[in-house]
């Protein structure tokens, strides 16, 4: 995710903060030691703070596991001050397995919440003088995320486990309709009651939802639309194709000549790369018209087959921030699938099934 920084890995996934949560954390810090005049104060609520997310740490790190034993990767966990977000590399294909993933963060909390009410009582019967403050705080704030995280806001946990519930019953692409109309009904009375409460950090977490609630619809539909289709359908076969050993000024030619914005680059007649707008306007800048082409891409043998599921190709594209593959058959180069063809695909696929359906 854009600016975040990395601050380490646990079990192998990559754990980000999000700039917002560090400039969050100053504001807590400042604010607290001019109300209380106090550093010991402010260094306090900051590490309450950073203990509370912590259990939001937990929390992303139960989803990341959960779906890893249903062989789903997680790119990375950021946490932002509205709260996690573990990124997978995709939702789990079977309801009962996405049942399990949404479930097992407010798991992580129930866990949590429940060891702290065991050390809070067992502090409590030994009459120890401990302020047991903190621990009361931590147990209320992991019960208030299971509480709100159940709330069926998709694409919250609990509109993920209403999703997964629906999908028992009717199609995915139907089961997310329903789920992601909720979310965002949900969304809009976040919104309301945060403005006029003056809880602006609920108006934050509204968006967060009614946007992502929208977005995971498209990203459903799109799947659904793709799905039993083979590369081959989308893939575009009038195209200009590079030599490692051309120079830039070729990759000029033909972005002006015509509406080609990413060109594959080929040694020896085997794609090694691809050359995006972005790649060409950067070597232009540093070396000028007459640098090779291999001397300016970053080189992967990334490619597709023809007959390949254009889903999965899609998919792959997503996990590698790809606009443009280079598709194959049988050893030779075919054509490119990129995003803007197939976004054309799934227009004209739509406008034929409105023409039909009339």
Known sequence: MRWSVKIGTIAGIRVELHVTFLIFIGWIALASGLSTRSPIEAITDVVGILLVFGC????????????????????????????????????????SEELVVALAGPAVNVVIAAGLWLLGARVQNVGALRDVTLV???LSVNVMMVLFNMIPAFPMDGGRVLRALLAFRMPYRRATQIASGVGQAFALLFGVYGLFSSHFMLVFIAMFVFLTAAEERALVETRTSLSGLPVRAAMVTDFRSLDVRDPLQRAVDYLMAGSQQDFPVLDNGAPVGVLTRADLVLGLQKHGANVAVGDVITRADDYVDASESLE????????????????????????????????DLLVVRDALRRHLSR
Not at 72 to 95: E, F, S, Y
Request: charged share 20%; aromatic share 2%; glycine share 10%.
């Open 56 to 95: 939001v740490l937990l929390h992303e790190l139960g989803h990341a596991l959960a779906a890893r034993r249903y062989g789903i990767t997680t790119r990375d966990i950021v946490l932002l001050p509205i709260g996690g977000i573990a990124r997978l590399t995709r939702m789990p294909d079977k309801p």
């Open 312 to 343: 999965a190709a899609m998919r792959r594209m997503r996990d590698h921030g790809r606009a443009a593959l280079p598709v194959m058959h049988h050893g030779a180069m075919v054509g490119m699938v990129t995003l803007e063809n197939v976004g």
């Open 136 to 138: 009361d705080l931590l």
